[in-house]
Structure formats: structure tokens, C-alpha cells
């Protein structure tokens, strides 16, 4: 018996300019739920925009369909909206012009846009939301093109299958993905295997700023704009650089501070590996994102906002540490 999806019947019913849009700084799954859905609604008939606020990083390049990203803001109103892997309209990074906002999503928490917003924190990434969708509303029209898009976000917010948000549906959903035409060798090799030497210089800067915390179990890098400058790498090829931390034994929580052009404000990557719920940490310093993954933006000097992260990192240490005490005491 099929069920009723609210943002089906929405997109239905829309028979006027729709934008599939994502935020700022967009990774594997942002990027290819918007290509994923925008090509599957042009073959419903739909007219579609995809657009973001930042240039699409290289490695997601080969995605069908990816250069026809457009670059936010767009001057035009649409008649509908669509918000894509992201807690908020406000993480576009950009404006959007738009009737009605419809949020598809996977994180904690976030704004409501819409009643017909599909925000489920248990699903592994967002192109499994929107596989959901296209799949009960006609699984005839994901062809390959589709599924490699959709395949792009499962593979890398998963971290290629390795992190604790992976369940069942994971591979229940790759296997369906792989059926219809996906090479999982040719994914990983696009998007794992296709490193500039600009990243691999830049990447020999940032880990000379390794430092250890509390033990060990606490790991740091920074990314300074001189790094960018030097190696004239782009900010995006710094994605992956904070799994280098979070890959020490004996490391809890890992986090990477990326330094904006205005060089007072700070990008920030939070990992775990399940011990400590690093989207707490993010959420206190005015961020948010998963259990094992999560980030925020922090304006200051290097030193007092790594010192800030520190102390947060261990509060929360701290804290679930208490409550572990207190559940063996009861």
C-alpha cells in the first residue's frame, strides 16, 4: 500500500518556476540531491533551476547535469523552492527569491520552511530523502544519469560506507543505485582519486599545524589563507583534509579551522567517532550538523577561537562523561 508524501503532492501540483538550491560551501550530498531531483522533476515536465552560492568543486564535476548549476543570487522569483541538505534557507550563504520555501533534509533540527518539509535525522544521507521520493512517486524515470547523482551523497556523507550514520537502507539503497547503472570503482576514483597537486601541496601545509589535546583524544588543524595563497589552492580541495585528525588512534573529536577571506572569521568541521556527539559542541558554538559530523562559523583571532572550540570540545566531553557515571550509578 503506498503512503501519502506531502512533498510529492506539493511538487505535483507546482506547475510554475521551481529552484532546487543548497548551501554554501556544498559537499557530495547537497550537490547531488539537487542535480538528482532537478533532472528527475524536468522529466516530470517541470521548469527547474539549480543554483548555488559557491562554484561547484571539482571532484562532483563529472555529475551529469552539474554545469547547469547556475550561481545564487538569481534575480527572478520562483514560484517554489526547494532547500536541499541544509538546516535553513539562511545556509544558502545567499538570498533567494522564492513564493514557498519546501526544506528536504537530514539534520538535527533546523528551521521548518514548509508543512511540507521531509526532515528525517535518521536517514544516512539527504539523496536518501530524496530517493524516497522519487522512487514512490515513479522509480521508471531513475535512469543512470540520476543515480550516480544520488550515489554521489550516500558515498561520501557516509564516508564511503565507514561512519555510524550507516544502517540498513545504506546498502539496501546503493545496491538499488548500483542496479540501475551505477560503477561504485568509477564514483570513487571521480571523486576520491582526482586530487590536484595545488591539494596535495596545500594538504602538506595544513598538517604541519597538527596539534594534540587532552591526551590525544582531541586533534587540530588549521588553514590559514597564507596555505591558499602559497599553493594557490581553492578553499574547497581543504574537503577530507580534517579526516587526516579524526584517522589518529586514540582521537575522539577532530575539528579543522579554515580561515575566510576576511580573515577574522573561521570555518569550522567538527568529527567524531561515536564517542562524543560533536553536533552538541557545533550547536553551542552557534552551528549544528550530525552526531559524528557537524560545523559552525566562529569570528576572532586563531588562537581564542581554537581555544573556543577546545573548551567546548571539553564540556561536552565532560558532560557525557557525567551522564555515563550517573546511567552505570542508577
Not at 140 to 154: Q, T
Amino acid at each position: 500500500m503506498e503512503y501519502v508524501v506531502p512533498v510529492i503532492e506539493r511538487l505535483k501540483r507546482e506547475n510554475g518556476k521551481i529552484l532546487i538550491f543548497t548551501h554554501e560551501n556544498p559537499d557530495g550530498d547537497g550537490i547531488g540531491s539537487m542535480l538528482a531531483l532537478c533532472s528527475f522533476l524536468r522529466k516530470k515536465g517541470k521548469n527547474v533551476t539549480c543554483a548555488m552560492k559557491d562554484p561547484l568543486p571539482h571532484i562532483y564535476d563529472f555529475l551529469p547535469n552539474a554545469q547547469d548549476i547556475k550561481k545564487l543570487p538569481l534575480d527572478e522569483e520562483f514560484d517554489l523552492a526547494v532547500l536541499v541538505d541544509a538546516a535553513g534557507a539562511f545556509r544558502a550563504g545567499a538570498p533567494v527569491k522564492a513564493k514557498e520555501i519546501v526544506r528536504i533534509d537530514h539534520h538535527i533540527g533546523g528551521n521548518v520552511e514548509s508543512i511540507y518539509d521531509y526532515v528525517d535525522p535518521y536517514a544516512p544521507s539527504t539523496t536518501t530523502i530524496v530517493g524516497r521520493i522519487l522512487r514512490q512517486w515513479d522509480e521508471s524515470l531513475i535512469d543512470k544519469d540520476i543515480a550516480m547523482c544520488l550515489y554521489a551523497g550516500l558515498l561520501t556523507d557516509t564516508g564511503s560506507f565507514r561512519y555510524n550514520n550507516v544502517n540498513k537502507e545504506t546498502f539496501h539503497f546503493a545496491e538499488f543505485l548500483v542496479d540501475k547503472g551505477v560503477n561504485p570503482n568509477y564514483m570513487s576514483t571521480m571523486i576520491f582519486e582526482r586530487n590536484r597537486p595545488s591539494t596535495i601541496f596545500l594538504l602538506k601545509e595544513v598538517l604541519s599545524t597538527l596539534e594534540m589535546h587532552e591526551n590525544g583524544k582531541i586533534a587540530s588543524l588549521v588553514v590559514r589563507r597564507e596555505f591558499l595563497d602559497k599553493t594557490g589552492a581553492e578553499e574547497e580541495e581543504t574537503e577530507g583534509f580534517v579526516n587526516f585528525a579524526r584517522g589518529i588512534d586514540g582521537v575522539d573529536v577532530a575539528f579543522i579551522m579554515i580561515q575566510k577571506p576576511d580573515m577574522d572569521t573561521w570555518r569550522v568541521s567538527l568529527r567524531g567517532k561515536g564517542k562524543v556527539n560533536v553536533q552538541n559542541i557545533a550547536k553551542k558554538l552557534g552551528g549544528g550538523g550530525h552526531k559524528d559530523a557537524a560545523g559552525c562559523r566562529i569570528k576572532g583571532k586563531e588562537k581564542e577561537v581554537k581555544e573556543k572550540i577546545l573548551s567546548a570540545i571539553k564540556e561536552e566531553i565532560s558532560k557525557e562523561k557525567n551522564q555515563l557515571v550517573e546511567t552505570n550509578v542508577n
